[in-house]
């Protein structure tokens, strides 16, 4: 169970997140959570075999050649975020431990014990079932960005009915 400060923490320092299972779509998930984040800083780098390009960045087939590609650019993947089912979680934590990230991040409704347990003996921070964006709207003052507190939902009675 991560606590408030762990989670502060992590999204304070993992300014680069590798988003497994990214889809190109704009209604899914995994697009407003990676547009979010990085309409807040941070580097989005797409792992989705079936895309060339999300979000204005480079798709990458693997976790591994995403981060040879940031390698040659002086940079490194600091959160391995995954949007793939739980069954799916034991080679990508394999990938995020090989690479060096700081973080595996498993979304809401995603969870993995034996890998979680694998990639903190690898020294990697592990938070699972929770969505990245959530997290970090919750405790860095993004709520507004999906209209919560912006004046448009409002449980005050109107000054003037429009009827």
């Known amino acids: ?12 320092s993992c300014k680069t997140i590798a988003v497994v299972g990214l889809s190109p779509q704009w209604h899914r998930p995994s ?17 989705n075999p079936g895309a060339a390009e999300i979000l204005g960045e480079r798709c990458h087939p693997s976790v591994t050649a995403a981060a040879q590609a940031l390698a040659a650019e002086g940079r ?6 995954c949007f793939r089912k739980s069954e799916d979680i034991p080679p990508i934590a394999d990938e995020a431990i090989a690479i060096g990230a700081a973080c595996l991040w498993l979304q809401l409704g995603v969870v993995h014990e034996a890998a979680a ?5 690898a020294g990697l921070d592990v938070v699972m079932d929770r969505c990245v964006k959530i997290e970090h709207a919750r405790l860095f003052g993004g709520l507004n ?6 004046r448009v939902v409002s449980a005050r009675r109107p000054q ?4």
Do not use: C
């Open 31 to 47: 697009f407003f959570a990676a547009k979010y984040m990085q309409a807040h800083g941070y580097r989005i780098v797409p792992v």
């Open 117 to 121: 347990a694998k990639a903190r003996a």
């Open 76 to 81: 490194r993947i600091d959160m391995v975020d």
């Open 145 to 150: 960005w999906a209209g919560v507190n912006t």
């Open 1 to 12: 169970m991560s606590t408030i400060q762990e989670l502060r923490r992590i999204l304070g």
């Open 160 to 163: 003037q009915l429009s009827y």
